[in-house]
């Protein structure tokens, strides 16, 4: 993860230190890379909206950060985002529901 306002990269370790230091620090800290204009298109939102051509993302952009810290329940800004994500985390369940044909001698 890049630090879009001095270049400073930081390896996953230092972001989880991070985390656990000063949370509320890195919330809206801008640091994940989020290029690809059709996902921004998605996460945004009329509460929340995205610069169709930016660059970096914070946690606060994607998701209701205050909820989880004080619920520890997910809530992302994006309707759209999240039906898609509930998609992708049920998909292989569903192959493993299908019925399989039985082999009879």
């Given amino acids: 993860m890049e630090r879009p306002?001095?270049?400073?990269?930081?390896?996953?370790?230092?972001?989880l230190y991070a985390w656990i230091a000063t949370p509320e620090e890195w919330v809206n800290r801008k640091i994940f890379l989020c290029e690809f204009r059709p996902l921004r298109k998605i996460l945004s939102t009329e509460e929340r909206p995205l610069e169709e051509e930016g660059k970096y993302v914070s946690v606060n952009d994607l998701l209701n950060w205050k909820l989880y810290y004080e619920q520890q329940q997910y809530e992302i800004w994006s309707v759209d985002f999240q039906n898609r994500i509930q998609k992708i985390m049920t998909a292989g369940q569903e192959r493993t529901l299908l019925p399989t044909k039985s082999v009879t001698p």
């Fill in 5 to 15: 306002d001095t270049g400073i990269t930081y390896v996953p370790p230092e972001l």
